[in-house]
């Protein structure tokens, strides 16, 4: 079993170990692995283990690094969210649909991490195609969170958070349509970055919205996303969303000087929809930056309350048309012995998409109709540039944007499941970043009743740097991010 040290160890710190030999890849592999065999089937986090390539993976690694090659991120163990294509690996995007889908390539996130020398130790668990707030749509069964497995790890990327939260991997990666890395990063007590729309190429990526989609790195630490950061992020000639902007390396502009950095705090975010407890944790991580030289500065967002509404026009309309794919013919899941094509299509669309899924392609399937398009679709694309002009205004006074990442702590299972409405909100405070294509990050912010409470930085576009650069100076002043669940005491 690994020690209990090494899960508290950042990346800079098992690199040291690894360069000066006191631990090998093959070593640290094979005790993620362990614990993997030990706490997954109490949480459900990962959905595919590839232990025997992993141990290959981290062996070549060793030797890299015995001639003296590799780079920081050689030889550590990732796990990544089942919606990246892995070649020759399953990916099934938490979906029947995809349950026995083999990719014959890598995405490119995939492939730009193999090459730096992380080893994959597996695929985690998902919300079905990315649908959701609470990782309980997936066909393989909810996820728990570590920190009580009674309650959501929130979603769709809650796989990921409760693994990395639970110690069986120091990375993992996710997607963020509307908060999907933000939002369980949050509720799970992890860091979690969605980069800037075209930071990192979505390649490979199985879609779910095409303009709002984008992979991103979480880990432990600000420092850790921003290692991961530099490795997956630059042009990809194959995906035409790709922005050809330089990279930086982001971890060498975590110089921790905040002073005289300007933080907005619209009043929009400080609502009657934010729980008093965790509003009170939020504005406790604020004032710690406060005492590091930042600024607070009050703003309004007047047209933030309208993003809920844009987002489910838009996102399930992009949905409906990406997901026309899956029709029982080409690939994905089939129906037994169709009467007639009709019957293939109707079966194996109804059979293979869950009740999630299905509500949102009907939904965007509805948006998009003719007779409804100009009131629904073109009127919401109208909207979310009014969205996106507010940000732009904010920003011409301040330098970074912050507020709570979610409404509240993590919730039971079965709390919301039944009303969409209620389950849509979750996301009220992220959904407006996608939609204007902006950097977030969320930092842990402390406990509340014994759950993790995140603190959402948002940045201007292609400014990562600064909002991690933000939190590496919170956590460089707090603990907060230190905190780990006592998972292992609730293991049978």
Same mark, same amino acid.
């Given at each position: ?53 992993? +141990? ?6 060793? *030797?890299?690094?015995?001639?003296? *090659? ?12 089942? +919606? ?26 995939? =492939?730009?991490?193999?090459?730096? !020398? ?19 749509? #997936?066909?393989? !069964? ?46 799970? !007590? ?29 880990? %432990?630490? =600000? ?9 997956? #992020?630059? /042009? ?39 729980? #008093? *407890?965790?509003? =009170? ?6 004032? *710690? /930056? ?8 009050? +703003? ?13 026009? @838009? ?14 013919? %080409? ?15 109707? %079966?194996? &669309? ?9 509500? &949102?392609? @009907?939904?965007?399937?509805?948006? @998009?109709?003719? !007779? ?11 909207? &979310? ?72 930085? +948002? ?22 991010? &230190? =905190? ?9």
């Amino acid at each position: 079993m690994i020690d209990s040290a090494l899960l508290n160890a950042s990346v800079s710190e098992l690199h040291q170990l690894l360069t000066t030999r006191q631990v090998s890849s093959a070593e640290l592999t094979k005790g993620y692995l362990e614990r993997i065999d030990l706490l997954n089937g109490k949480l459900n986090a990962v959905v595919t283990v590839c232990a025997e390539q992993a +141990i290959e993976d981290a062996s070549r690694a060793d *030797e890299r690094r015995t001639r003296g *090659e590799g780079n920081i991120l050689t030889g550590i163990p990732l796990l990544h969210k089942d +919606i990246f294509c892995t070649q020759g690996v399953t990916t099934t995007c938490g979906s029947r649909m995809l349950e026995h889908f083999v990719p014959a390539y890598d995405a490119t996130v995939v =492939a730009r991490l193999k090459a730096a !020398g992380v080893v994959m130790l597996g695929k985690c668990n998902m919300d079905e195609f990315a649908m959701g707030s609470s990782n309980e749509t #997936s066909f393989f !069964g909810a996820v728990k969170n570590p920190w009580d497995t009674n309650c959501v790890p929130g979603g769709s990327s809650g796989g990921s958070a409760a693994a990395l939260a639970a110690g069986m991997a120091p990375l993992v990666t996710g997607t963020d349509t509307g908060g999907s890395i933000r939002q369980p990063a949050s509720l799970c !007590g992890v860091t979690g970055l969605k980069p800037t729309y075209g930071r990192v190429s979505r390649l490979g990526i199985i879609a779910f919205a095409s303009s709002l989609d984008q992979a991103g790195p979480m880990a %432990r630490s =600000a420092a850790d996303c921003a290692h991961m950061l530099t490795a997956i #992020s630059g /042009l990809d000639t194959g995906d035409s969303t790709s922005a050809d902007r330089a990279v930086p390396d982001f971890f060498s502009e975590l110089t921790g000087d905040i002073s005289g950095l300007r933080i907005g705090m619209p009043r929009e975010y400080f609502n009657d929809d934010l729980d #008093s *407890e965790v509003r =009170a944790q939020v504005m406790s991580a604020l004032t *710690e /930056l406060e005492k590091a030289g930042a600024q607070l500065v009050d +703003i309004d967002l007047p047209h933030s309350h309208y993003a809920i509404a844009t987002y489910y026009v @838009l996102a399930p309309a992009e949905a409906s048309a990406n997901l026309a794919r899956y029709d029982g013919v %080409r690939f994905g899941y089939r129906c037994a012995d169709p009467a007639d094509l009709e019957d293939l299509y109707f %079966r194996s &669309r109804s059979e293979g998409f869950g009740e999630e899924v299905q509500r &949102r392609i @009907l939904v965007g399937t509805y948006a @998009l109709s003719a !007779g409804f398009y100009d009131a629904y679709f073109n009127k919401a694309q109208q909207v &979310r540039r009014v969205i996106s002009d507010d940000f732009r205004s904010a920003f011409q006074s301040v330098d970074i944007i912050a507020g709570p990442s979610a409404p509240g702590v993590a919730f039971p299972f079965g709390a919301k499941q039944q009303d969409p409405v209620a389950m849509y909100m979750e996301d009220i405070y992220t959904l407006a970043v996608n939609l204007a294509g902006l950097p977030g990050l969320s930092t842990p912010a402390g406990l509340v009743n014994g759950m993790p409470v995140g603190l959402q930085l +948002i940045g201007k576009p292609f400014d990562e740097s600064t909002i991690l650069n933000a939190a590496h100076r919170l956590q460089l002043d707090t603990d907060w991010h &230190r =905190a780990r669940p006592a998972i292992e005491d609730h293991v049978a």
